[in-house]
Nanobody
Framework: QARLVESGGGLVQAGGSLRLSCVAS????????MGWYRQAPGKERELVAR???????NYADSVKGRFTISRDNGKNTVYLQMNSLKPEDTAVYYC?????????????WGQGTQVTVSS
């Protein structure tokens, strides 16, 4: 049974930094593309950053230059380094793993971790 567990969220002042971690188990981590998504109250869940199995990255325009996604396949972990945080970054952050297998997308979500940025 695949499982993703996020950690590292919390309360931080604007301009501060946080590092989120997502540890995966029960899956072959190296073949999965990994992503961080967030959902603010009353808003839809949105992609924040993504890193493929080949380590190609992409970011939402709103976080480019401030957030960095990385992965450590030896530790089955994906990270999101968040710098220069803004109040509008406040949301629940979710980790997602997905891969294409036999024309079927397999995807798994973590339970989320709250990030709150105070002004």
């Amino acid at each position: 049974q695949a499982r993703l567990v996020e950690s590292g969220g919390g309360l931080v002042q604007a301009g501060g930094s946080l590092r989120l971690s997502c540890v995966a188990s029960g899956l072959t981590f190296g073949i999965y593309d990994m992503g961080w998504y967030r959902q603010a109250p009353g808003k839809e869940r949105e992609l924040v950053a993504r890193i493929t199995s080949g380590h190609t990255t992409n970011y939402a325009d709103s976080v480019k230059g401030r957030f960095t996604i990385s992965r450590d396949n030896g530790k089955n972990t994906v990270y999101l380094q968040m710098n220069s945080l803004k109040p509008e970054d406040t949301a629940v952050y979710y980790c997602k793993a997905d891969t294409l297998r036999l024309s079927t997308i397999l995807d798994y979500w973590g339970q989320g971790t709250q990030v709150t940025v105070s002004s």
